[in-house]
């Protein structure tokens, strides 16, 4: 699914979000609080926004590995990199976020963007990213939610399960991605759950900040000692 949709993804990111989804991975970038010298691992890494993001910061990440399972989104990502010129600090990978590629402890911050939700099993990938990062080391992951506000909330779920569907069909020729996302949102745990599941591995100072009226959550947590 991921690989028949890649061709307009980028495009239908923006447009469906309205542009917001720029505002997202800017806010969860700065949240890093980068110093220029982290080695960052980027899962389901798609497209490669958000390592080229890290990357591009100021300061930025030294240098970013990107992993993801779908082999054509990878390929438009690793064409954006070379456009920009970052072949040297970004590299991407096919891998599973569950079996990630990594040695452990090896690097300074996981980064997800909207993904963590299509790993066959979260709680699994949690556990190998724990695996994956220095002891200290920050994770940073962006994901849709349902809002919880009564009037935003039906107008949100309105959109999402009728709108949004039927535009990324129309344009991007797949009948079942866009139906998939909504469903896959519903079906994701709530924040609160989330966050119980990541100090279930280890980690600490877990927090949650809603963004745009709580369709998205930026989780922040620390791997501990």
């Known amino acids: 699914m991921f690989d028949a949709i890649a061709p307009r993804y980028d495009f239908l990111n923006h447009l469906l979000s309205g542009g917001i989804d720029r505002h997202w991975r800017s806010r ?44 054509a989104m990878l390929a438009i990502g690793a064409a954006k990199i070379r456009r920009a010129g970052l072949s040297r600090e970004i590299a991407l990978v096919r891998g599973d976020a569950m079996r990630i590629p990594v040695a452990d402890a090896s690097v300074d911050a996981v980064t997800i963007a909207f993904g963590i939700r299509n790993v066959e ?24 939610a349902i809002p919880t506000t009564p009037l935003f909330r039906a107008a949100y779920l309105s959109y999402f399960r009728h709108i949004l569907p039927r535009i990324g069909r129309a344009i991007s020729g797949h009948d079942a991605a866009y139906g998939y996302l909504p469903a896959s949102v519903g079906a994701f745990a709530s924040p609160d759950a989330f966050m119980n599941l990541l100090r279930k591995h280890g980690f600490t100072d877990v927090s949650a900040d809603s963004l745009t009226f709580g369709s998205v959550f930026l989780y922040k947590a620390r791997r501990g000692s």
């Open 121 to 144: 099993d979260p709680e699994v990938a949690c556990r190998d990213i724990a695996r994956v990062l220095k002891p200290g080391g920050r994770l940073t992951i962006l994901e849709f």
């Open 28 to 71: 969860a970038i700065k949240s890093m609080d980068l110093t220029g010298r982290e080695r960052v691992l980027d899962l389901c890494t798609g497209t490669a926004d958000l390592a080229i993001a890290a990357r591009q910061a100021r300061p930025g990440a030294a240098c970013v590995v990107g992993v993801d399972f779908a082999g």
